[in-house]
């Protein structure tokens, strides 16, 4: 028997078919009719059955014990829900609603995410429900809202077969993107002309297959993209009417841009003025222009900034809404975007409304009836919400399928956090999910092809993904967890779900006249189609079946996707783009004598996240068995440091020791740790922390988009 399904990795969402053998055995193989991947997956796809089938680390039961130390034991599931939903009563009670908070995950489902959302948001009256997609696209978040006036990603993949220049800035897609990768690799072979431009201070694999790599210091992107867009102005390579006619901001725009010559700008970012002067070039001359990226832009604590910098490229140069052109924020989580449609973050409602708008709250709190009451002021964020544990503010937690405790900035005061939580319930697939050690109450859930639900992709791309097999011991899925627990909250009424196919129809019917409707989407639709690419009205729909016309009408052949903006009307309230002229400044944690090197985190090929299931698998471990930190042969040679030596990273919030890696594939003054490692090993009792990169990490955030500065830390290597 086969089923097809959806990776439950990256962004990228490819297809997967999932067959099942007589014996239970399970294998996997890409989806050749997915027009995401066509056929191809990476080695973390390839590999996701081990996954499933290995399940040593399986959470089966609930547990809870009544204090911590004491050792977890297994429970009733009445007996788990009742006692957390008496905590929770007596905490809002005693505390406000405020005093608990729910922090989820960008691979939670579609349908999860609505839920948990209307439950805290809507009926325990708190908006303290924020996802770790906060520590990953928030910023790109903020730069798309304050420049298209909406969180709405333009482009599809499609584009990529029209683009003939392609930045890539602050990403390294050839590991954390493959798929899409060799898609782009492949359109270059088949024409050489186009020319692909990597920014990133380390020489990756992305940046060896292209044409110009531009390793720039950490934090100067905005003062390269301003250079660029000098240069445009200078070249003539701007689209003079496009900015008449579509966008607003300009004028300050070019004073900005003018204020540093290309040779300040090359020499602030120690690049080559040429390598600046060639970039824009070839950007002006393009036909297609389209920029990718991820979090060497997102994880900053001048993040939005560092997105509206590149998005003003395409504004200024009219290269949005048409074939081949446009920003693409690559997404790092398989549903980061599904779960930002929903409302996951603490300032959003669902069909990306705000909590602070007024009307807004008044639209959801109609639709979802009964005693709902949002509270006007955003929630807590991923980092707010452990600083509000520490300060005794926050007295609950609800952890979901994340693992904050590797994850998280300055991870030891995270630690901290969580051990002085009065109240903390961990809901996970695994047993090595460090926050389990600190639960109160453990919910043993459902892992991928175990429940049924939607998830969209980077392209706007939502799938179904089926029940194929069921899940171990009393494991349920999270959304029936959720469901389960409002009910015991008392709010059964508004909960009362035969399945998650209803949760999905209750959740479009909120997104009907929004620019995310999908009130045309539906399961039955979703198994019959594969996917389908946002907006789907319920209008779009019926006209296409009305004149026995597939949904792809109107869209792009054979894919059936859609770019936003090709009327180059956009979703801000006169209709127009927002050119922002930005300041270049940097504000990360400075270096200096006792802390003279930058440290920058980010993934292996091979890991997902803190490797709590391609940990497991043996093939991926090849790759990288173990952390290491990438530091300059000359940075090496002035402390005394051997190729392979162990050393110590010492930072001002903690240290990590692991063996060095003698490379000019970082440039000096930098050095690289890998983000996967956390206490847990892949077999074996608890292990000691000094494997973490987050020890070092700091907690600046950016002010708008409350997204971690992950990529800047001060730091010092010494032998150990
Ligand atoms: Fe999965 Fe991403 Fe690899 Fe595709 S590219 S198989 S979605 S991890």
Known sequence: MSHQTTCCYCGVGCGIVVKQEQNGRLTVEGDKSHPSNRGMLCSKGMN??????????????????????????????????????????????????DSVAFYVSGQCLTEEYYLVNKL??????????????????????????????????????????????????????????????????????????????????????????SDLHLPLRPGTDIVLNNAIGRLLIENGDIDIDFITHHADGFAAYRDQVMERTVEEAADLCGISPDDIRQAADWIGRSKGFLSLWTMGLNQSVIGVNKNLSLINLHLITGRIGKPGNGPFSLTGQPNAMGGRETGGLANSLPAHRDVVNAAHRAEVEAFWKGPVNIAPKPGLTATEMFEALADDKLKAIWIINTNPLVSMPDVNAAELALKKARFVVVQDVSNRADTVGFADVVLPAAAWLEKEGTMTNAERR????????DAPGE?????????????????????????????????????????????????????????????????????????????????????????LFTDHRFYTANGRAQI?????????????????????????????????????????????????????????????????????????????RVKAQLTDDVRPGLCFLPMHWGKMPVDGPRKSSLNRANNLTNALIDPRSKEPDFKFSAVEVVPY
């Open 580 to 656: 922002h002229a930005v300041p270049d400044e940097n504000a990360s944690e400075p270096t200096d004598e006792d802390f003279p090197l930058v440290l920058t985190t980010g993934r292996l090929r091979d890991q997902w996240h803190t490797m709590t299931k391609t940990g497991r698998v043996a093939k991926l471990n090849q790759h990288s068995p173990q952390p290491f930190l990438q530091i300059h042969p000359d940075d090496a040679k002035a402390r005394g440091i051997q190729d392979g030596q162990l050393v110590e990273v010492r930072g001002r919030r903690g240290e990590v």
């Open 475 to 563: 494991a349920l899925p999270d959304s029936e967890i959720l469901w389960r627990f409002a009910q015991k909250m008392g709010f059964g009424e508004s909960f009362t779900y035969a399945n998650c196919a209803e949760v999905y129809q209750e959740y479009v019917q909120l997104t009907a006249g929004t620019n995310v409707d999908v009130t045309g989407v539906s399961y039955e639709l979703l198994k019959k189609y594969r996917t389908i690419q946002w907006p789907f009205s319920e209008k779009e729909r019926k006209e296409n079946e009305e004149q026995g016309k597939p949904y792809t009408e109107n869209r792009i052949p054979e894919t059936g996707t859609k770019r």
């Open 120 to 209: 805290i948001k809507g009926f325990i009256g708190s908006n303290n429900i924020d996802t770790n997609s906060r520590l990953c696209m928030s910023s790109a978040v903020v730069g798309y809202k304050l420049s298209l006036g909406e969180d709405s990603v333009p482009v599809c993949y499609d584009d990529i077969e029209e683009a003939d220049v392609f930045l890539v800035q602050g990403a390294n897609p050839a590991w954390c993107h493959p798929i899409l990768w060799r898609r782009i690799e492949a359109h270059k072979t088949a024409n050489p002309h186009v020319k692909i431009i990597c920014v990133d201070p380390r020489k990756t694999d992305t940046a060896r297959s």
């Open 48 to 97: 996701l059955h081990y996954t499933v089938m290995d399940q040593s680390d399986r959470l089966l039961y609930p547990q809870m014990r009544l204090h911590r130390s004491m050792p977890l034991q297994r429970v009733s599931w009445d007996a788990a829900l009742d006692r957390t939903a008496a905590v929770f009563k007596t905490l809002i009670q005693k505390y406000g609603p």
């Open 462 to 469: 939502i799938a179904y993904l089926p029940k194929v097999i």
